[in-house]
């Protein structure tokens, strides 16, 4: 923050974008202590504005409360865009006064400039322009009379969490996903014989024929009733008998037999008979993930990680999905789709999805990795394939580009390390 303080302002004027996490970040670095904030915004982005204000309200202590300043429809007009800004800032007394055009049109950010640099100058107040550039985590400082001056915003420098990116989109959590992995320990076995392919395979085979035949609805929907669940008879393991490593990672779950109860397994960190079928399923790669980030967190500067975001957009029933695994370092996101399938398509679907969904949250800065169970052939296709669809930066010869990762089989017991290298990579190319 040091870095900053000199650049901090009384006045500040934020141009509001789609996505206002890099305005959030800017009030919160480049506000004195009882200034005043001056959200420029459209008519599109009225209800980001709104959102906005609502939290830096909230958050931000020792300073007045912030003004929506209302561009209407006019986000290229010059004429408009001007004279609304020579208004606000010839209206303002005393003090240094700033503008951060991270969001918002070019047109807004160039109109919105030259306006305030005149009613600056004609009133002798010092102004400080800034922007926020995602590619290398940097606010930037812009000068008249010199280069512009580059910043780094390291992950100590401002902490976000995960609960506000989701609030500043306006997605709220249906479930609150578990910042603790459940059973770490089963799932570590479980990530050892699926590093195995024909371990895996066995299990992803039981899984089909035995736990989902009896315990999904009739409906075919994904978990049954409760009182479905009651009812299911102890599952026969016989085809595992020859599959040390699986029967050594049920064994962690108290499995001594050569049945599966799923109701004995109830209580033993799950919630719900539903949660043990999931978790069986699948949902054992997610802890596991967790399980492992938790491990670096300290070492990485990683603040807030969790699991199972179940998330709906705010006043919509039908606009609903699910987020793996994320984690926090700074304000930059990581985003971790998890699938225990080995099947290409799948996978590709699953790192699309976690793609878009961290990009609308995260913007880009944002960075998605996938973590699944394909061979390395496979993961080296979907590495092509996605660079090639997303146009992903091919410049780094010796470093891949560290936006999207896929890892597979091959990586499950070495993960702390894969996603260390992961965000080295990422810091790596920030300060290039």
Not at 262 to 277: A, D, P, R, T
Not at 303 to 320: C, R, T
Not at 404 to 427: Q, Y
């Amino acid at each position: 923050m040091a870095n900053l303080e000199k650049y901090q302002v009384d006045h500040l004027f934020l141009l509001i974008g789609e996505n206002p996490l890099p305005n959030y970040v800017a009030a919160k670095l480049l506000l004195n202590k009882g200034g005043f904030l001056y959200l420029v915004h459209t008519s599109g982005t009225n209800a980001q504005a709104i959102r906005l204000r609502k939290i830096l309200d909230r958050e931000i202590e020792d300073y007045q409360p912030s003004q929506l300043v209302s561009l209407e429809d006019y986000d290229s007009d010059a004429y408009r865009i001007q004279r609304k800004i020579l208004e606000q800032v010839e209206s303002l007394k005393d003090g240094k006064v700033g503008m951060n055009y991270t969001g918002g049109t070019k047109a807004m950010a160039v109109h919105a400039y030259r306006a305030m640099l005149q009613a600056t100058q004609n009133k002798g107040q010092e102004a400080v322009f800034s922007y926020l550039d995602p590619r290398r985590l940097e606010m930037c400082i812009d000068r008249e009379d010199g280069d512009r001056i580059r910043i780094k915003i390291e992950p100590k420098t401002l902490s976000v969490d995960l609960k506000i990116v989701f609030e500043l989109h306006a997605w709220s959590l249906v479930s609150k996903p578990s910042e603790t992995p459940i059973h770490p320990s089963a799932a570590e076995k479980f990530a050892k014989f699926h590093a195995r392919e024909d371990y895996g395979k066995h299990w992803r085979k039981w899984c089909d024929n035995t736990l989902r035949d009896l315990t999904k609805s009739k409906k075919g929907g994904w978990p049954a009733s409760e009182q479905e669940l009651k009812q299911v008879e102890p599952l026969e393991l016989d085809s595992l008998e020859s599959y040390s490593d699986i029967k050594s990672a049920l064994s962690c779950l108290g499995v001594t037999e050569n049945t599966l109860s799923i109701q004995s397994l109830n209580g033993q960190e799950f919630k719900k008979l539903k949660h043990i079928c999931k978790w069986l399923d699948g949902e054992w790669l997610e802890h596991y993930v967790l399980h492992k980030i938790k491990e670096i967190s300290n070492e990485k500067e990683i603040h807030d990680s969790a699991v199972s975001f179940n998330m709906a957009v705010a006043g919509s029933k039908e606009n609903k999905f699910e987020f793996d695994v994320a984690f926090m370092r700074g304000y930059q996101l990581f985003a971790i789709s998890c699938t225990a399938d080995s099947t290409k398509h799948l996978c590709k679907q699953k790192l699309f999805e976690a793609y878009i969904r961290a990009r609308q949250l995260g913007g880009d800065e944002a960075r998605v990795a996938l973590v699944c169970c394909a061979s390395q052939k496979d993961i080296l296709k979907l590495r092509t394939e996605i660079t090639n669809v997303l146009q992903s930066s091919p410049s780094m010869s010796s470093h891949r580009d560290s936006k999207i990762v896929v890892l597979g089989r091959e990586d499950l017991l070495d993960l702390p390390n894969k996603i260390s290298e992961w965000i080295d990579e990422n810091d790596w190319e920030v300060n290039q």
